[in-house]
């Protein structure tokens, strides 16, 4: 399985790009996937299509804005962009705008890429490591950054947990920000200890539905929650899917602890 650092090579990365608008934002990302034969121009509009149909679930952080379609023949090969704006834009997110950094997610299946998305999640999960890959001077520190191993954190004290369950963390498609709310709850289930007890599957909206009656609460986006509806179980909104600390509080709430 390809690492974070592979799939996101120092060539796919540009600093200080102007662009006018979300669109333009995500267009010079999918310009990177194009040129590094990861996609056709064809994705690009895809992920544009995306924000259209599903409104800015993927702004999953303060500045961060995580682009990504469904797998389609317009995929070559998995890999990923990243794109720092030279000056920040609106994608119409309540409380996650304006945007300075774009990732555009390419994946061919829905497997290839997770090792890379919990590497990600890890990295931009951590104050110092966030911020460091948000102020780097060049495409060449910031891919040194995204390929060094991150140390493990300091692991809180453990609490006993529920029966095995299943928490589903959702969005359009069910590869892309889902993954990454997914790595991030997982990161917070590990460190309560809690990882033994419930088991977390990333999905779409359509597939969620479905599948709600088999778990015990849905995390995701405030755009996908409105989507989702009345689903029969807790749905909890989380603004900042690299916050462990929001993904806990919420986690706690679900299960009053």
Same mark, same amino acid.
């Given at each position: 399985?390809?690492?974070?650092?592979?799939?996101?090579?120092?060539?796919?990365?540009?600093?200080?790009?102007?662009?006018?608008?979300?669109?333009?934002?995500?267009?010079?990302?999918?310009?990177?996937?194009?040129?590094?034969?990861?996609?056709?121009?064809?994705?690009?509009?895809?992920?544009?299509?995306?924000?259209?149909?599903?409104?800015?679930?993927?702004?999953?952080?303060?500045?961060?804005?995580?682009?990504?379609?469904?797998?389609?023949?317009?995929?070559?090969?998995?890999?990923?962009?990243?794109?720092?704006?030279?000056?920040?834009?609106?994608?119409?997110?309540?409380?996650?705008?304006?945007?300075?950094?774009?990732? *555009?997610?390419?994946? =061919?299946?829905?497997? !290839?890429?997770?090792?890379?998305?919990?590497?990600? +999640? /890890?990295? #931009? &999960? @951590?104050?110092?490591?966030?911020?460091?890959?948000?102020?780097?001077?060049?495409?060449?520190?910031?891919?040194?950054?995204?390929?060094?191993?991150?140390?493990?954190?300091?692991?809180?004290?453990?609490?006993?947990?529920?029966?095995?369950?299943?928490?589903?963390?959702?969005?359009?498609?069910?590869?892309?920000?889902?993954?990454?709310?997914?790595?991030?709850?997982?990161?917070?289930?590990?460190?309560?200890?809690?990882?033994?007890?419930?088991?977390?599957?990333?999905?779409?909206?359509?597939? *969620?539905?479905?599948? =709600?009656?088999?778990? !015990?609460?849905?995390?995701?986006?405030?755009?996908? +929650? /409105?989507? #989702? &509806? @009345?689903?029969?179980?807790?749905?909890?909104?989380?603004?900042?899917?690299?916050?462990?600390?929001?993904?806990?509080?919420?986690?706690?709430?679900?299960?009053?602890?």
């Amino acid at each position: 399985m390809a690492s974070l650092s592979e799939l996101l090579p120092r060539e796919a990365i540009r600093l200080d790009i102007p662009a006018a608008d979300w669109r333009a934002a995500v267009r010079a990302a999918g310009e990177l996937l194009v040129t590094r034969g990861t996609t056709t121009d064809a994705y690009t509009d895809e992920m544009i299509r995306n924000v259209e149909e599903n409104g800015p679930y993927i702004v999953i952080a303060p500045g961060l804005a995580f682009a990504h379609a469904r797998p389609s023949p317009a995929v070559r090969r998995t890999g990923m962009a990243w794109v720092r704006l030279a000056e920040p834009v609106a994608f119409g997110h309540e409380t996650n705008d304006p945007v300075t950094l774009v990732v *555009a997610l390419a994946a =061919a299946d829905s497997g !290839a890429h997770t090792a890379a998305m919990a590497a990600l +999640a /890890r990295l #931009l &999960g @951590d104050p110092d490591t966030e911020a460091a890959l948000r102020t780097a001077a060049t495409p060449e520190e910031l891919h040194r950054l995204i390929a060094q191993p991150k140390p493990d954190d300091e692991q809180p004290v453990r609490a006993s947990g529920p029966a095995v369950q299943k928490i589903l963390t959702v969005c359009g498609n069910g590869v892309g920000t889902s993954l990454f709310l997914k790595n991030t709850l997982e990161q917070v289930l590990d460190c309560w200890g809690w990882d033994r007890h419930i088991t977390v599957e990333a999905t779409d909206t359509i597939s *969620a539905k479905g599948k =709600a009656s088999e778990a !015990a609460a849905i995390l995701t986006s405030r755009e996908i +929650a /409105r989507t #989702l &509806g @009345d689903v029969g179980i807790p749905v909890k909104v989380v603004e900042d899917f690299t916050s462990a600390k929001e993904v806990d509080a919420a986690l706690r709430e679900t299960y009053d602890v």
